[in-house]
DNA sequence: GTAAGGATTGGC
DNA sequence: CCAATCCTTACT
């Protein structure tokens, strides 16, 4: 069912929103020989904005950051300790940076594993979720129940940024 | 050009 | 606890 597709109208939503709501949804990637392996999301962390300075764009618009700016639905992936790829979804209109770290899903505790497990590298950046054929969600109807927390690894933030429970958890029953 | 440090992980 | 490993950013 093709419907079952996230389109512009889910990423279009303020970060806030996308990040508890990608809890539950299934990331989907098709590999090159055509299977395709589907996993539950069951962590995200949602960063906004510039003045969240615990989020990159708080660096202002750079090469790297510029997919942000873009609007919802592009992915941002990134080099972390010169070692792992983190995968980021970007939400909201244009202009204003944001994205959701996906950091778990079923199965696959921790953002770089993921990007391991689903073998995404840099060239997934700016990757487009609403039209691409290897990167994409699905809503399967799953409405779990969330916790909050506060992020993690940004200890170089101050408290402001550092404690807010922007950091949405998928439930076990 | 140079330097510092990181949205992590796995091993000691 | 700490090393791995290299890209991005800031500053000279």
């Not at 129940?145 to 940004?154: D, H, Y």
């Amino acid at each position: 069912m093709s419907d079952m597709r996230l389109g512009q109208k889910f990423f279009a939503q303020e970060v806030l929103t996308a990040a508890p709501a990608m809890v539950g949804k299934l990331l989907c990637r098709r590999f090159t020989d055509g299977t395709v392996l589907r996993l539950h999301i069951t962590e995200t962390e949602a960063y906004n904005g510039e003045a969240d300075l615990a989020c990159h764009a708080s660096k202002g618009r750079t090469p790297r950051t510029e997919i942000m700016y873009a609007s919802g639905g592009k992915v941002y992936v990134y080099l972390i300790y010169g070692l792992h790829i983190l995968l980021n979804i970007v939400t909201g209109e244009q202009e204003h940076p944001q994205a959701v770290l996906i950091r778990c899903c079923e199965g696959y505790e921790g953002p770089a594993k993921l990007t391991k497990v689903l073998r995404l590298d840099c060239g997934f950046y700016g990757e487009d979720l609403v039209c691409s054929d290897r990167l994409w969600l699905e809503d399967d109807g799953c409405l779990p129940k969330i916790k909050t927390a506060p992020r993690v690894g940004i200890d170089y933030a101050p408290p402001l940024w550092r404690d807010k429970p922007w950091r949405y958890i998928m439930i076990k029953e």
